[in-house]
């Protein structure tokens, strides 16, 4: 078997998500709660105007979720205690050799490195839940990983962060080497680019440490889309340029070297918990669509659907409000996930 991990921009079949459940990344307060349920609510909506979604809800949370989502949504009873459908569900995969068949890589997901305060034991469970609910063909990894944690083009090439993958809190004996292995088995990546750093709010306590899908994007074969804070009073500032440094003197599986196109952050540097890390790269692809972090800032946030629609042609850019995602440590493409479409298999 080969195992490919398509591009975000390849068609989809459907998206996947999972309606929030009770805890402390929802919020201690009623008020919190609701903002939760409801900024998910309006993520799904507006995915599913371009394809179509699928919802993995918790048994206490039924009720509420056939209340507030349309009927466009499918629900999936599942159990859930965080989240975030693109770390803790399946990457999915196709074998260009079985035409038919898709493939469901299971990473094993730890919380984001074991943190005191993650509740992850029933979400570790979601790869599993998910590829049985479409009959994927399970792809076991005994890597610890999250699929914000990778971004692809669909033609070999895979971003990593070195303080993702080589987090000793998710895998104490990996190297480079090991984890460019594993890459090759279960998304088919023969050329890995390691990223040194994430941005600077990803190193809180309830961060990722670092994860690629909110400092870069591949949008096309040779072409990425980074976070680029313009104001030197942010601290980062100074990760941006050295990411562009780096990705500029990069390859590609293909030898080519990526064109690096800045994506510019809003003008807010700071909330009440200190400087932000809201960032347009993460961003949803979808059928004939883009998903995107909005927030409240009207001048970058129409610039940033500007970029988006040159980087995506032909699909339309709606934007949602993600100051809420981002105030519980993420944001648009961290609670989704693309389920490929499969080739049509001719009789």
């Not at 509420?64 to 989502?69: E, H, I, K, S, T």
């Not at 079985?98 to 919380?111: E, H, Q, S, T, Y």
């Not at 440590?329 to 961290?334: F, L, P």
Request: aromatic fraction near 8%; glycine fraction near 10%; charge should be negative.
């Amino acid at each position: 078997m080969s195992w490919r991990m398509p591009a975000e921009t390849a068609p989809h079949d459907r998206t996947w998500m999972a309606f929030p459940a009770k805890g402390q990344t929802l919020g201690d307060s009623d008020a919190e709660r609701e903002e939760g349920y409801a900024t998910w609510t309006a993520v799904a909506h507006a995915v599913v105007e371009f394809e179509p979604v699928t919802m993995l809800v918790d048994p206490s949370e039924i009720g509420r979720a056939r209340r507030m989502l349309s009927r466009e949504v499918d629900i999936v009873e599942a159990p859930v205690d965080e989240f975030w459908m693109r770390d803790s569900g399946p990457t999915f995969v196709v074998d260009d050799e079985r035409p038919g068949v898709l493939g469901a890589v299971d990473w094993i997901f730890n919380g984001w490195g074991a943190p005191a305060w993650a509740e992850w034991s029933k979400a570790a469970e979601h790869g599993r839940i998910v590829a049985g609910a479409v009959g994927a063909e399970l792809v076991s990894s005994t890597l610890v990983n999250e699929g914000g944690g990778i971004h692809v083009d669909g033609e070999g090439t895979v971003l990593l962060t070195d303080t993702v993958q080589l987090d000793p809190r998710r895998n104490p004996y990996a190297d480079r080497q090991r984890v460019e292995a594993e890459m090759l088995r279960t998304i088919g990546a023969t050329k890995a680019v390691w990223l040194p750093r994430g941005l600077t709010r990803d190193y809180d306590d309830f961060g990722t440490n670092g994860h690629v899908d909110i400092v870069a994007t591949i949008v096309s074969p040779g072409r990425v889309l980074l976070h680029e804070q313009q104001n030197p009073e942010h601290p980062d500032h100074a990760v941006s340029r050295e990411l562009r440094a780096h990705l500029e003197h990069e390859r590609d599986a293909a030898g080519r070297r990526f064109e690096v196109v800045g994506l510019p952050a809003p003008a807010t540097l700071r909330d009440a918990e200190g400087f932000v890390d809201w960032s347009y790269v993460n961003h949803l692809v979808t059928n004939d669509g883009v998903v995107a972090c909005g927030f409240g800032d009207e001048k970058a946030d129409a610039g940033a659907r500007e970029i988006l629609a040159d980087a995506y042609p032909g699909r339309r850019v709606v934007t949602v409000d993600a100051r809420p995602l981002f105030d519980r440590g993420g944001g648009i493409h961290c609670i989704t996930q693309q389920q490929p479409r499969l080739a049509t298999v001719k009789p």
